[in-house]
C-alpha cells in the first residue's frame, strides 16, 4: 500500500523506495548491499556469465539496454 501510495503522490519518494528493495534483494542473494540487481546482472553477462546474460535480455524488452545503462562503474574489476 505505501508504495502504490507513493507512486501516485511523490513519485521522487517511489524510485527511492524501489531501488531500496532492488538493493535489499541484491544483498539477500550474497551481492553487494549497496549495488543494484541489474548492475550485477550487467557485470555478470560481461563476464560472460549465463544468469546475467539471461536477466539482461529478460530486462531488455521492458527497457533495451537496461542492465549496461544502470551498470555501477564503481563495482567493475579495474585492470592494472
Not at 2 to 16: D, E, F
Not at 26 to 41: K, P
Not at 56 to 69: E, G, T
Request: with cysteine; glycine share 4%; charged share 30%.
Amino acid at each position: 500500500m505505501r508504495m502504490i501510495y507513493a507512486v501516485l503522490v511523490a513519485p521522487p519518494r517511489a524510485w527511492k523506495i524501489a531501488m531500496a528493495y532492488d538493493q535489499l534483494f541484491n544483498a539477500a542473494a550474497n551481492g553487494n548491499e549497496d549495488e543494484t540487481v541489474s548492475s550485477r546482472a550487467a557485470r555478470a553477462m560481461l563476464e560472460g556469465r549465463k544468469w546475467g546474460c539471461v536477466l539482461c535480455r529478460l530486462l531488455d524488452v521492458l527497457d533495451p539496454d537496461h542492465c549496461l545503462k544502470n551498470i555501477e562503474r564503481r563495482f567493475l574489476k579495474k585492470d592494472n
